[in-house]
């Protein structure tokens, strides 16, 4: 869907250069904000050619402020088994709930990339397992 359509402003945004530039692929919208934004105010991956992330500058600097902040209140524990999966790791990932804030703990980056593609939402995952389990 068209997120300026959809705010019922689609006759207003066209005549907008933001507009045309999210048409053509030259803007696109905040994951956390929701603000359609011209590519250049998306950092880079930190990853040659992996492109731009999906939250623009100044959400991505908040959200890099908030992880800081953890970090210094909860050390990064020794290597040791996921409290998520049970998996040995030696790479943790901090864990927190990206609508408080919230320290939630280190998990291994597998749980933290599988947690993300759920969007941190226990009802969705209980579904994917009940399914899965049902046709294993």
Request: charged letters at 25%; proline letters at 7%.
């Amino acid at each position: 869907p068209d997120p300026l359509w959809s705010r019922g402003l689609g006759d207003v945004y066209k005549r907008q250069p933001i507009y045309q530039a999210y048409k053509n692929g030259e803007a696109k919208q905040c994951k956390e904000c929701g603000q359609i934004k011209f590519l250049d105010e998306f950092p880079l991956f930190s990853t040659q050619g992996a492109g731009r992330k999906n939250t623009c500058k100044c959400c991505s600097n908040k959200q890099a402020t908030v992880r800081r902040r953890l970090r210094r209140t909860h050390p990064v524990p020794p290597a040791g088994d996921c409290p998520a999966c049970g998996r040995h790791t030696t790479k943790w990932v901090l864990d927190h709930d990206h609508k408080t804030d919230r320290f939630r703990g280190y998990i291994c980056d597998s749980c933290n990339v599988a947690f993300g593609k759920f969007d941190d939402d226990p009802y969705t995952m209980q579904r994917s397992l009940n399914w899965l389990q049902s046709h294993g």
